[in-house]
């Protein structure tokens, strides 16, 4: 029997360079090349991604308005015709086996309709790390935590039936970010399951500058905002609640300071003030979106 035809859908929005990488890791894979696609949409990007998409053959580029990763998504289903559907990100780096560890969990005795892998943090060497390095380190992406704790996985790296979409309707468009637990939440309700796959693993850099922290946590917030009502109203037992306070960022603080990773006092000052800045980006975000502010694209 033939394995099941995958389609790789990867949103991309002015991330020429981590793209190309991206697809290099996808055209390596060890997973048969007859039986995947890979579909890039540009979310209005002003960076030429069709000519970093055109430099791998076979390799599909579409188009989307709307502004959000979640509507570009949307598209790349839409566009796409495989029976499993993965997702990642233009500034992740799958492993050579992501995509036949996936498939392999997906067609596991276990029976899950969806699986989730590990987004492994790493950070650019040759340099000396930042503060918002050893954040995304020490506490990065946790996608064992958040699968097998409140059932929820990133699309950076999700492998999806498509009779699941099917179910459970599309990404809502609405989201600039924590779509992807909105529609996990939905999928669940549908009495579907979502497992974790620890071997489908991609790499994901670590966010080196004040900016791009900032941006990130500026666009999450705006994501919370949106889902936090809406989990309270449809989904009040599923245990899921956005830590807020700063006597979470000290906790986190207080228990992570014995990571490995910080294994100097410059280190350890250095986490401890990101998550700070972390704890007072995310509160001056969800008071601008209480008076009416728009969510951050990031």
Request: aromatic share 12%.
């Amino acid at each position: 029997m033939k394995p099941p035809y995958v389609s790789v859908i990867v949103p991309v929005y002015n991330d020429s360079e981590n793209l190309g990488v991206c697809l290099s890791a996808l055209a390596g894979q060890s997973y048969p090349a007859d039986r995947y696609e890979v579909v890039v949409i540009d979310n209005g990007s002003s960076e030429d991604v069709r000519s970093v998409v055109a430099r791998f053959p076979g390799f599909r580029y579409e188009h989307e308005d709307r502004i959000g990763s979640y509507a570009a998504r949307n598209k790349g289903i839409e566009a796409s015709k495989g029976e499993i559907l993965a997702f990642t990100d233009s500034d992740c780096r799958p492993g050579p086996d992501w995509i036949a560890a996936g498939v392999a969990f997906l067609d596991d005795a276990t029976a899950f309709d969806a699986v989730g892998g590990p987004i492994r943090m790493v950070a650019p060497e040759g340099r000396r790390a930042t503060a918002f390095d050893l954040h995304d380190l020490v506490w990065g992406m946790p996608q064992r935590i958040y699968i097998e704790r409140f059932g929820l996985s990133a699309t950076g790296c999700l492998f999806v039936r498509r009779e699941c979409f099917e179910k459970a309707g599309p990404f809502d468009p609405e989201f600039r970010s924590c779509g992807d637990c909105e529609w996990c939440f939905r999928m669940r309700a549908c009495g579907l399951r979502l497992g974790y796959a620890p071997e489908a693993w991609v790499l994901h850099s670590t966010r080196s500058s004040l900016w791009s922290f900032v941006r990130r946590r500026r666009r999450i917030s705006g994501g919370f905002h949106l889902l936090t009502p809406l989990v309270a109203s449809r989904y009040p037992d599923s245990g899921f609640e956005v830590p807020r306070s700063f006597s979470t960022s000290i906790g986190r603080i207080r228990n992570n300071l014995g990571h490995r990773i910080l294994d100097t006092r410059g280190r350890k000052l250095r986490f401890a003030l990101a998550e700070l800045l972390l704890y007072a980006v995310t509160t001056l975000e969800a008071w601008r979106l209480r008076l009416g502010g728009v969510p951050s694209r990031g």
